[in-house]
């Protein structure tokens, strides 16, 4: 319908039982920090992971479920600077290209949040990398507007979603807690109102991998 917006939202978002999105130190050997391979335990053997990383099969069920759903109806992606890369600063050339390879798995153009301007980067498989230094706003403004009636989806990582949750600016947010603990590394929801903020769980679904829950505004 014409006129109709999609959601901002965050989907299969990993965390540990003390809170924590990623771990400690991340860098080429460690891309989600150290400790925390072990967040994405319920994603990793799913049709929906396996096929986005070039391989057959894969469990379904409800993890898959809320993988696939992640995937649904996306216009366009926002991704902190981490989510990118683990290069730090200006860029010192433009041999990094993000931890996919040549074919990532966004599809769509991708807003990636950074101080250092770069040009825009086109991907096989239809990803389109652009590298906006205006802020969380100016981001989200672009991909609303390349994602049409579509949603705009926020990969992470932690601060980029605590920044767009403070600002009241996601529609949904759907974490996924995985039975473990990381002691420390990049807090998700530490300091968050998310009551005052208007937010509220509205699902909850365990597993024995992960428990779902989808946080909504309003």
Known sequence: MEGVLGKVRVAAFSMSVDGFGAGPDQSLDNPMGVGAM???SWVFPTRTFQQMIGKEG???????????????NVGAWILGRNMFGPIRGDWPDDSWKGWWGDTPPY?????????????????????????VTGGIREALDRAKQAAGS??????????????????GL????????????????????????????????????PTEAAMHLIVRKG
């Open 170 to 205: 996601i529609d949904e947010l759907h974490l996924a807690v995985s039975p473990i603990l990381l002691g420390s590394g990049e807090p998700l929801l530490a300091g968050l109102d998310l009551p005052k903020l208007g937010y509220k769980v509205v699902e909850r679904t």
């Open 107 to 131: 599809h769509t153009q991708v807003f990636v949040l950074t101080h250092h301007p770069r040009a825009s980067i086109e991907m096989k498989g239809d990803t389109v990398f652009h590298f």
């Open 38 to 40: 072990g967040l994405h």
């Open 150 to 167: 579509k949603d705009v989806r926020i990969g992470g990582g932690p601060m980029t979603i605590r920044q767009y949750l403070q600002a």
């Open 58 to 72: 894969g469990t379904t069920g409800v993890d898959e479920t809320f993988a696939a759903r992640g995937f649904e």
